[in-house]
């Protein structure tokens, strides 16, 4: 069987690191990305099976230089899966403009980037593939004192939704949002950012001790989630969505519960607004 070739960002730790692991576990080839390639390492690595490129997300050229790396090195990418991103907590109006705009330019601007690049070149080359956007459970479900990064990750789900009933069918071209719960990454430490505007009236909020507190007690083992996201990748027919984590899977299984109930329990209002005598077409 022909190896696949994944091209994966945010590598240096979590989630991407670990999904690096399972595809060279899986006799699969990967790009390694980080912003500095060279601090990566991983067992198993070796010139005929990985390429570790440097790449920030924000840097439309050094996007390029990525993509043209890969193609120059395997001929194709089937898989793109973007993972880079930050968390940024604290209550809305603790967080400057420009820790805000910085949040979405990571994790949203940067992944619709990587995305337009690897549309394009899956396209070009006629070989489809897959793209995973790492979203999350704040993708789906608001979080107190993660309000930009919630409409980062939903940003990103309405996107990947939109876009992937553009594609014509024939360009093979398939998405999946990876929507994870609480992992034991670093995510919930060094990798967090915090609100910078001091503003006491949400002295009842400690953003960072709240986050320390979870820090590596959370449910999920990130290495499992890596072995997810590659059994999504190389299925057939990926899933649109998948939640992952027991805490993800039930949270939103409970929003969908309550905005099912809301949704009916407004309908009255909802349907009251048509001009009299119209019919919808069938």
């Known amino acids: 069987m022909v190896p696949r070739i994944f091209f994966i960002t945010g590598t240096s730790t979590g989630f991407g ?16 990305t980080a912003r500095n390639s060279s601090k990566l390492a991983f067992d198993g690595a070796n010139d005929s099976n990985s390429l570790l490129v440097d790449l920030d997300v924000t840097d439309k050229e050094s996007i390029d230089r990525a993509f043209d790396a890969t193609i120059k090195k395997f001929k194709r990418v089937d898989v793109v899966v973007n993972n ?5 907590n604290g209550p809305f109006e603790t967080l400057s403009e420009k820790q805000i705009r910085q949040q979405m330019e990571v994790n949203f601007f940067g992944l619709i980037d990587v995305t337009r690049k690897a549309m394009e070149t899956m396209r070009d080359l006629g070989t489809g593939g897959v793209i995973q ?3 999350s459970v704040g993708g789906q479900v608001g979080v107190p004192s993660y309000s930009v990064y919630c409409a ?12 992937s009933k553009e594609v014509k069918p024939e360009w093979g071209i398939k998405f999946t949002c990876i929507e994870p719960g609480g992992f034991r990454t670093d995510w919930a430490g060094r990798s967090m950012d915090f ?12 953003a960072r001790e709240n986050a320390q507190r979870r820090h590596h007690t959370q449910a999920g083992d990130p290495a499992k989630a890596a072995k997810v996201f590659y ?10 969505r998948c939640a992952v984590g027991t805490d993800a899977y039930t949270l939103i299984n ?5 905005y099912n109930e809301s949704v009916k329990k407004f309908e009255k209002w909802s349907n009251s607004t048509d001009v009299e005598g119209y019919q919808a077409p069938s």
């Open 17 to 32: 690191e670990e999904l690096v692991k399972v595809v060279l576990k899986s006799g699969d080839y990967v790009v390694a």
């Open 231 to 240: 059994d999504l990748a190389v299925m057939d027919e990926p899933p649109i």
């Open 254 to 258: 409970k929003k969908l519960e309550s």
């Open 152 to 163: 980062s990750k939903w940003a990103v789900e309405g996107f990947t939704e939109a876009i």
């Open 133 to 135: 956007q790492v979203t």
């Open 84 to 88: 880079a991103g930050f968390g940024l």
């Open 195 to 206: 609100g910078e505007v001091s503003n006491p009236a949400y002295d009842h909020i400690n």
